[in-house]
């Protein structure tokens, strides 16, 4: 069987890779990127591969109906996925298998498919414990002690992230090792650096007819971090946007109790070129966005 699997670069992308690996003993390829550089890196391989001699290609947790369409709705692709915009395109594939759902990470709705094909096959718990970490963290319920610092070992990572990942957390979660430890600490110091410096501002941003209050500061690193302290600090933020001037893209985040319906996935795809989940998206710092952050008064 020649097999290669895609798979988003981030912690419910490798996790759902490993999850996948767990149930059905998978030897063959992985190559991770993002939604936004699936086209590029996908492109780049398949000039040095021929995408037709292979068995199977799976892509997970990428919602590739955007804009790679043509790419990827081929008879040998496996496409697995949980965002939201992806279900809405799911009519659109002729041939590909999708298997495309709302769930709160792509690694358990991985786990979910799983568990009920192989029946006789079960999970240890440090490796459901992986996964749980992993379903928190996509989520970004925080409700775990350590999804948050299993993200920042990840992210830390110098070279293929997805292979030391692997080599850390091959075989679940049983702990960080004094390396990861002190990885947390620095992060710990450089995030709460972050926050100290950071410059906010707010004004009125109407969606959907009504006014809701936006805040906007600029980050080029822990944007999590930076959004969810925004929106904990300032009780009447609504939306918050992180502008990284050194990518030139901007993050949306909200204030789930005081607008759970709002979707920042069409937001961000209506204002900023981008898109996203409900609670977390991003996209481009455009003109449109330019124009908005610098209407914005300076708040702290
Ligand atoms: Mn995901």
């Not at 993002?34 to 068995?55: G, M």
């Amino acid at each position: 069987m020649k097999q290669i699997i895609f798979t988003d670069c981030d912690l419910d992308g490798i996790g759902t890779y490993l999850m996948f690996k767990w149930y059905t003993r998978y030897k063959g390829e992985v190559e991770i990127c993002s939604q936004s550089n699936f086209r590029k890196t996908y492109t780049a391989w398949s000039k040095k591969n021929n995408p037709d001699s292979y068995d199977k290609i799976y892509i997970f947790d990428l919602d590739v109906s955007q804009n790679n369409m043509d790419l990827v709705d081929r008879k040998n692709f496996v496409i697995i996925d949980h965002h939201e915009t992806h279900i809405e395109n799911l009519e659109k594939y002729k041939n590909a298998k999708c298997i495309v759902k709302v769930f709160s990470s792509c690694c358990k709705l991985m786990y979910t498919l799983l568990k009920a094909k192989y029946t006789d096959r079960t999970l240890t718990d440090t490796q459901k414990l992986l996964m749980l970490m992993v379903d928190d963290y996509d989520s970004y319920e925080l409700k775990l002690k350590d999804s948050y610092n299993l993200n920042v070992v990840l992210w830390n990572y110098v070279g293929n992230r997805a292979q030391q990942f692997e080599r850390d957390f091959g075989t679940g979660f049983s702990g960080f090792t004094q390396t990861h430890l002190n990885i947390i600490h620095l992060n710990n110091k450089k995030v709460a650096r972050v926050l100290k410096e950071l410059e906010v501002f707010k004004g009125i941003l109407p969606v959907g007819g009504v006014d809701r209050k936006l805040y906007a500061t600029m980050a080029s690193t822990s944007l999590n971090e930076v959004a969810s302290y925004v929106i904990d600090t300032y009780d009447d933020c609504d939306i918050c946007v992180v502008v990284n001037l050194t990518t030139k893209r901007v993050s949306f985040r909200k204030n789930k109790e005081s607008i759970p319906d709002l979707d920042l996935g069409q937001l961000a795809k209506r204002i900023a070129e981008g898109g996203g989940h409900k609670d977390s998206a991003g996209g481009s710092l455009n003109d449109n966005m330019m124009t908005l952050t610098s209407m914005l008064q300076r708040v702290n």
